[in-house]
């Protein structure tokens, strides 16, 4: 019908099996009526072929669907918020820690928010970056890969950038993308990972990679040789608490710097960059980033040297949460149907606590603590917690953990046939946030140079 849209299914999900069916005629482009229709009938509607899977909270999502399954929530306008302020006031280039979260949904938000620079750690994510978004900037950042992926990388995906930490990963990289004249290449940017201290954060990350400060010396100049921008990268270890991680890591970069005497073109300090989880309040991040500026100025780098940082979770934990449905309760302990092999996996491995808020109204106000079973056969699935909620919460209660957009869905399986979770976009705000300019100002750590 001419200047009119046609919304082709209403289908009635709430309590009912089988979904009916009816036509709605609003007139052309009123999506947000469309919207509202939605969310007033607690319906899913489809606009064309495009199905919307839009709910204002999570609360809408269990009156509308009472899922059976764990049920991510995503929350775009809080991932364009944090990209936004990553792109605006870190004081240099911000590359986002695709391991986080590599939804290509994610990927084009922080794209569209002024995040240019991805770090892929794997040809997988190399591949996954260049098919979403064939403008990026992939750096390939993890210290040890295959030369096939090197080649791969260099060759077909334009990717000019690697990290390295021996020798040998040097040789193998300067090898694999050598051209078939047999021409080594001319435009590398070449980053040797220092290893630094994790011990200001709450996930170390000092064991696995990076060259000691007694041998960064040879492996810097060697790197030299090869690459038309040298770099220095690190990482402090996941959720670092205070700015003076990056410093402590600084000074170790300038002594690397001053041994080895070579020019270097770019400082990469990594991610680390935290967010806000129960127990876990860090400074507000402008003070992360003015340390950061305030140490790098003081290197004795190139004068057109550039900082680069590598945010993941800082970028996504507040884009995504999860709803569970208590299955059963025995005693302190409730069986949800979300866990160690899904969502959950920090939960349950590294005891990490998320925010939890219960999803009925008719629950009293007393808390108290609980630990979570997951949903599968195994005695491992299990997160201790503690986890505050009513103390009157019983089985067919629906739950909302909240902060999963990192290393959450990306970490989730289908062990024991679990995991077959539905995403939907809600427009509410996530349970806690360093970007909303409402937290309380913490005080920094006072910072001082260690010279």
């Given at each position: 019908?001419?200047?009119?849209?046609?919304?082709?299914l209403?289908?009635?999900?709430?309590?009912?099996p089988?979904p009916?069916?009816?036509?709605?005629?609003?007139?052309?482009?009123?999506?947000?009526?469309?919207?509202?229709?939605?969310?007033?009938?607690?319906?899913?509607?489809?606009?064309?072929?495009?199905?919307?899977?839009?709910?204002?909270?999570?609360?809408?999502v269990?009156?509308?669907?009472?899922?059976?399954?764990?049920?991510?929530?995503?929350?775009?306008?809080?991932a364009?918020?944090?990209?936004?302020?990553?792109?605006?006031?870190?004081?240099?280039?911000?590359?986002?820690?695709?391991?986080?979260?590599?939804?290509?949904?994610?990927?084009?938000?922080?794209?569209?928010?002024g995040?240019?620079?991805?770090?892929?750690?794997?040809?997988?994510?190399?591949?996954?970056?260049?098919?979403?978004?064939a403008?990026?900037?992939?750096?390939?950042?993890?210290?040890?890969?295959?030369?096939?992926a090197i080649?791969?990388?260099?060759f077909t995906?334009?990717?000019?950038?690697?990290?390295?930490?021996?020798?040998?990963?040097?040789?193998?990289?300067?090898?694999?993308?050598t051209?078939?004249?047999?021409?080594?290449?001319?435009?590398?940017?070449?980053?040797v990972?220092?290893?630094?201290?994790?011990e200001?954060?709450?996930?170390?990350?000092?064991a696995?990679?990076?060259?000691?400060?007694?041998?960064?010396?040879?492996?810097?100049?060697?790197?030299?040789?090869?690459?038309?921008?040298?770099?220095?990268?690190?990482?402090?270890?996941?959720?670092?608490?205070t700015?003076?991680?990056?410093?402590?890591?600084?000074?170790?970069?300038?002594?690397?710097?001053?041994?080895?005497?070579v020019?270097?073109?770019?400082?990469d300090?990594?991610?680390?960059?935290?967010s806000?989880?129960?127990?876990?309040?860090?400074?507000?991040?402008?003070?992360?980033?003015?340390?950061?500026?305030?140490y790098?100025?003081?290197?004795?780098?190139?004068?057109s040297?550039?900082?680069?940082?590598e945010?993941?979770?800082?970028?996504c934990a507040?884009?995504?949460?999860?709803?569970?449905?208590?299955?059963?309760?025995r005693?302190?302990?409730?069986?949800?149907?979300?866990?160690?092999?899904?969502?959950?996996?920090?939960?349950?491995?590294?005891?990490?606590?998320?925010?939890?808020?219960?999803?009925?109204?008719?629950?009293?106000?007393?808390e108290?603590?609980?630990?979570?079973?997951?949903?599968?056969?195994?005695d491992?699935?299990?997160?201790?917690?503690?986890?505050?909620?009513?103390?009157?919460?019983?089985?067919?209660?629906?739950?909302?953990?909240?902060?999963?957009?990192?290393?959450?869905?990306?970490?989730a399986?289908?062990?024991?046939?679990?995991g077959?979770?539905?995403?939907?976009?809600?427009?509410?705000?996530?349970?806690?946030?360093l970007?909303?300019?409402?937290?309380?100002?913490?005080?920094?750590?006072?910072?001082?140079?260690?010279r």
């Amino acid at each position: 019908m001419t200047g009119r849209l046609k919304i082709l299914l209403v289908s009635l999900l709430h309590h009912s099996p089988t979904p009916l069916y009816a036509p709605f005629l609003l007139p052309h482009g009123d999506f947000q009526t469309a919207r509202q229709l939605c969310f007033t009938l607690g319906r899913k509607a489809y606009w064309g072929s495009l199905e919307l899977h839009h709910f204002p909270d999570a609360q809408a999502v269990v009156r509308t669907l009472s899922p059976d399954d764990a049920v991510i929530c995503n929350r775009p306008h809080a991932a364009a918020r944090a990209a936004g302020f990553f792109a605006e006031k870190f004081p240099g280039t911000a590359m986002y820690a695709v391991k986080a979260n590599p939804s290509p949904e994610l990927l084009q938000i922080l794209w569209d928010n002024g995040i240019s620079h991805y770090d892929v750690a794997s040809i997988a994510e190399v591949r996954l970056v260049r098919g979403a978004l064939a403008d990026a900037k992939l750096c390939f950042m993890h210290p040890v890969k295959t030369a096939g992926a090197i080649r791969e990388a260099y060759f077909t995906h334009g990717v000019k950038t690697f990290s390295l930490d021996t020798l040998e990963e040097l040789a193998k990289i300067v090898t694999a993308t050598t051209d078939a004249a047999g021409e080594p290449a001319q435009d590398l940017a070449l980053l040797v990972r220092l290893r630094v201290s994790s011990e200001h954060s709450e996930l170390s990350l000092a064991a696995k990679f990076g060259v000691d400060l007694v041998d960064a010396a040879e492996l810097l100049q060697a790197t030299r040789q090869h690459c038309d921008a040298l770099g220095i990268c690190f990482h402090v270890g996941s959720q670092a608490m205070t700015p003076f991680a990056y410093v402590q890591a600084l000074e170790r970069v300038r002594a690397a710097i001053a041994e080895a005497a070579v020019t270097v073109d770019i400082v990469d300090v990594g991610g680390g960059f935290p967010s806000i989880y129960p127990g876990l309040d860090p400074a507000p991040l402008e003070d992360y980033f003015q340390q950061i500026h305030r140490y790098f100025e003081m290197l004795p780098i190139s004068y057109s040297a550039e900082l680069w940082a590598e945010p993941g979770r800082a970028l996504c934990a507040e884009y995504s949460s999860l709803i569970v449905k208590v299955e059963k309760r025995r005693g302190d302990e409730l069986f949800i149907n979300d866990g160690a092999y899904g969502a959950l996996f920090d939960a349950a491995h590294v005891d990490w606590r998320f925010p939890v808020r219960v999803l009925e109204d008719d629950l009293s106000g007393t808390e108290q603590e609980f630990a979570f079973y997951g949903p599968t056969c195994d005695d491992a699935d299990y997160m201790k917690g503690p986890f505050m909620l009513p103390a009157d919460i019983q089985a067919g209660d629906y739950i909302e953990i909240g902060m999963i957009g990192a290393y959450g869905a990306a970490m989730a399986t289908r062990f024991n046939g679990f995991g077959a979770t539905q995403a939907f976009v809600v427009e509410d705000e996530p349970m806690a946030s360093l970007y909303r300019g409402d937290r309380a100002r913490k005080a920094s750590d006072n910072v001082v140079s260690l010279r």
